[in-house]
């Protein structure tokens, strides 16, 4: 299915910091209709506050985030709960409820936000722990299910409301191989059958380069490489290189700027 020429989601020439510390310089980043997008980088590369952005959380010090031709630090606070309405969040870890059952964490955003009939809710609900393999689970507690499980009743609850776009937050941390894949077969299978757009916040690399269209990677602040996991994984850049590989030289420093260690202990050079 060809791309439409407009981004469904778009972050351009973004600047943000905290305090007077810039943490985000110059941010670009485009998402389509039906694109599985991956914005990878290490611990403290400022990818989650990007995803604070893109809900309005924060707002940024210059550029734009635009979501669906509206421009997200423009709206007010019922403009807000409004877009919220159509984003689907996955958090780290799932961040169910855990005094309410399987079924009722799933329920939680069609009891909240429409207007259905229990039976109704009861179907979908049912529809959507079917589709992540949990029907079965239903009765049960998050405390009575592992923590791969538990990943997919959030994912399931992330979906409830068949939401245009879906936000993954770490979506593999923490998860066993066979998790991990089953996370990333089920992020992919429910974004195809949706039609809908997904932002990907990781820095698992092989289940990301098995599902992504499209990956930015992010570091001191700004993209550092763009482009296909083919694209990426051909091009030869010693940064991408580094990070797809996981090697301790490169780019990226393993030693940060220090005086040498004897001036550091006092000793004669």
């Not at 389509?32 to 952005?53: N, P, Y």
Request: proline share 7%; charged share 20%.
């Amino acid at each position: 299915m060809p791309l439409s020429p407009t981004p469904f989601l778009s972050i351009e020439s973004l600047d943000f910091g905290y305090n007077g510390r810039k943490l985000l310089r110059d941010l670009s980043l485009h998402a389509h209709r039906g694109e599985v997008v991956a914005l990878m980088g290490g611990s403290g590369s400022g990818k989650t506050t990007v995803l604070r952005l893109l809900g309005g959380q924060l707002r940024p010090d210059s550029g734009r985030v635009q979501f669906d031709g509206e421009e997200v630090a423009a709206l007010d606070r019922a403009g807000l709960y409004r877009i919220r309405r159509r984003m689907g969040m996955l958090f780290q870890h799932g961040a169910l409820f855990t005094d309410l059952s399987v079924f009722d964490n799933v329920a939680f955003p069609l009891r909240e936000h429409t207007r259905l009939s229990p039976t109704m809710i009861r179907d979908l609900v049912l529809m959507k722990l079917d589709a992540v393999g949990l029907r079965g689970a239903a009765a049960q507690t998050p405390a009575q299910i592992s923590g791969g499980m538990a990943r997919r009743v959030a994912l399931a609850r992330a979906t409830a409301l068949d939401p245009p776009l879906l936000i993954y937050d770490e979506p593999f941390a923490g998860l066993d191989p066979i998790s991990r894949g089953t996370i990333a077969h089920l992020i992919r299978a429910l974004n195809d059958a949706l039609g809908a757009t997904s932002i990907v916040v990781t820095h698992d690399v092989p289940e990301t380069l098995a599902i992504a269209d499209r990956i930015y990677l992010l570091a001191e602040g700004r993209i550092m490489a763009s482009g296909t996991p083919d694209a990426l994984r051909s091009a030869g850049d010693p940064f991408v290189t580094q990070f797809f590989s996981g090697a301790k030289d490169g780019p990226v420093r393993f030693h940060q700027p220090a005086p040498p260690m004897a001036a550091d202990l006092g000793l004669d050079p």
